[in-house]
């Protein structure tokens, strides 16, 4: 009688009953609430909080480098051998890869879509507080959208009135729907940052003319392009390293920079965890994965004649000296010829100090010399003693830079050529180059490391001299940072690049014998077969 009693009489109501510690939208339909929200679709970009910890949803190491001359996917054969088919360019829709970073962009477009439903709902944010939100909500779900759309082509735009999310068909070119929600955010939103790490209004200009890069659409990219350059609050620092170390965040030359932590002791996974297999291998600092190892092609690239240019045409002739088939203990005396300094802070190689935890030993810190080849990953190494806090040595407070105003300067330089505008072009990579030259890395006796040669070009002879150039000096300044096989694909020339840079490393990494990038076919990545499963055939549509 009283289990009767007590069921009677509860009903049914402990049915509709909140969860404890889950907001709902009555409680975050104000201007708490929905800050609180627009975080929440920031933090996407780093990748937690969506699928696997390991997937970014900005870091491009496997899509914009690996799949490029730029890395191997190192480690040994055996380990995420799934990356390998990409890095040979092999269709292969069911690669798990693929579908982690579509849930992980998609993700961030749903949490983007939930700040605008709720700023309309918010009873006591001023009109202008709810357009600067509407307009950093819009910005990033543009930023989600053009991740998408760099690695797949024609997939899904999602607004925040779709409801349906298993029939979201991609038969259409959304370049037209991330233009208009950049476009909106530089009408809406500040042009100084409320806290760094949040777009501004110089921020969404860069984006916007970003976008019309992609698109070759030169004439729409260049205002924007010279309104940042020329009146935005950004300039090159002094240092190129400046860009990639912890204690150097969010500098002068930020426009948009993905905020890292281990400030709570690296649970949360927020350190980078997007890139932590990266670390090279053994005894070395992060002790794990030996992943992403810069190529020999790369490399040589920074190679420089004898007046300080590099060897557009020549560079790979003939291998920077390396260490690979040496045991740590063999005596090695590195590559004596001119290199760009920046080398030395992009690739860990054997015999050069590594930021400062000592010399690189070569192979005792290679998983598999055989396989990966002798170098490992540099850029956004944290420094020892710069990542206090982390509980794991493989969290990174390391920010990703996604863009920075070198890209501008470089990007500018582009449309320059294009312009037939060579005196412009020439300024602004010797821009770059210049500051390329500031700081260079440094032997135990502070003498430089290496035979550093770096200046700037006298002239550019023709506009195809001048386009090499151009397009030379991006790879220099932006390696191993995502971009080379977006640039390629986006310059056309990405099947010439590519297959002449795998006839030749293929003869040093066995495994990428055979590989070929199939033009009209190896530009984007397969749509993922899980996704396909999900909508069906008729509505999701597989890449040619």
Same mark, same amino acid.
């Given at each position: ?50 699928? !696997? ?37 092999? !269709? ?5 890869? /693929? ?20 700023? #309309?709902?918010?009873?006591?944010? =001023? ?37 349906? /999310? ?25 042009? =100084? ?24 659409? /030169? ?27 912890? =204690? =150097?965040?969010?500098? #002068? ?31 070395? !600092? ?48 590195? /590559? ?124 550019? #002879? ?83």
């Amino acid at each position: 009688m009283v289990c009767v009693g007590v069921l009677t009489s509860c009903g049914d109501s402990f049915l509709e009953t909140t969860p404890l510690g889950v907001g709902n939208e009555a409680m975050l339909a104000n201007k708490t609430g929905v800050n609180a929200v627009l975080i929440g679709a920031y933090s996407l970009l780093d990748g937690v909080g969506s699928g !696997p910890v390991n997937t970014s949803s900005v870091s491009n190491w496997i899509y914009g480098s690996i799949a490029s001359d730029d890395a191997y996917k190192g480690s040994d054969v055996g380990d995420q051998a799934q990356i390998t088919t990409i890095e040979r360019y092999i !269709p292969q829709a069911d690669i798990g890869a /693929y579908n982690d970073k579509w849930v992980a962009v998609y993700d961030g477009v749903s949490r983007s879509n939930n700040v605008i439903n709720l700023i #309309a709902k918010a009873t006591d944010m =001023t009109a202008p507080e709810k357009a600067q939100a509407l307009g950093e909500a819009r910005f990033l779900r543009a930023w989600y959208h053009f991740e998408a759309k760099k690695l797949w082509n024609m997939v899904p735009y999602v607004d925040e009135t779709v409801v349906d /999310y298993i029939n979201l068909p991609n038969d259409k070119d959304i370049w037209p729907n991330i233009e208009a929600d950049i476009q909106f955010a530089i009408d809406n939103i500040s042009a =100084t940052k409320a806290q760094a790490g949040r777009a501004s209004k110089w921020t969404a200009k860069a984006f916007l003319a970003k976008v019309h890069m992609y698109q070759q659409d /030169y004439l729409a990219a260049k205002p924007l392009l010279d309104d940042v350059i020329n009146n935005g609050p950004f300039s090159l620092v002094n240092s190129f390293h400046d860009n990639f170390r912890i =204690t =150097t965040e969010n500098n #002068a030359e930020s426009i948009f920079e993905v905020q890292m932590s281990v400030a709570d002791g690296g649970a949360g996974q927020n350190g980078s965890w997007g890139d932590n297999y990266n670390f090279p291998y053994g005894s070395a !600092p992060g002790g794990c994965c030996g992943f992403f190892q810069p190529t020999q092609n790369l490399v040589n690239a920074f190679k420089t004649d004898a007046a300080g240019l590099p060897l557009l045409d020549t560079f790979n002739d003939v291998d920077v000296k390396n260490d690979e088939g040496l045991a740590s203990s063999d005596a090695f005396t590195p /590559y004596e010829g001119t290199l760009d300094p920046r080398l030395d802070w992009t690739v860990g190689r054997r015999g050069l100090p590594f930021l400062n935890w000592g010399t690189h030993p070569g192979k005792n810190w290679i998983r598999d010399q055989s396989f990966g080849g002798p170098y490992t990953f540099k850029k956004f190494f944290a420094y020892s003693g710069e990542n206090a806090g982390a509980e794991s040595p493989r969290a990174n407070a390391n920010n990703y830079r996604a863009i920075r105003f070198a890209d501008i300067l470089l990007m500018r330089a582009e449309v320059a050529v294009e312009d037939n505008d060579l005196a412009t072009a020439l300024k602004l990579v010797n821009q770059v180059r210049t500051r390329a030259a500031n700081v260079v890395v440094l032997d135990a006796a502070s003498k430089p490391a290496a035979n550093y040669l770096v200046k700037t070009y006298p002239a550019f #002879a023709n506009q195809e001299y001048a386009r090499k150039a151009v397009r030379f000096e991006r790879r220099l300044e932006l390696a191993m940072e995502g971009h080379r096989h977006f640039d390629l694909v986006r310059w056309g020339n990405a099947d010439v690049v590519l297959n002449a840079y795998l006839t030749k490393e293929s003869k040093k990494r066995t495994y990428l014998s055979g590989a070929t990038f199939v033009k009209g076919k190896s530009e984007f990545f397969p749509i993922p077969q899980a996704q396909i499963d999900i909508m069906g055939a008729n509505v999701l549509k597989q890449n040619p």
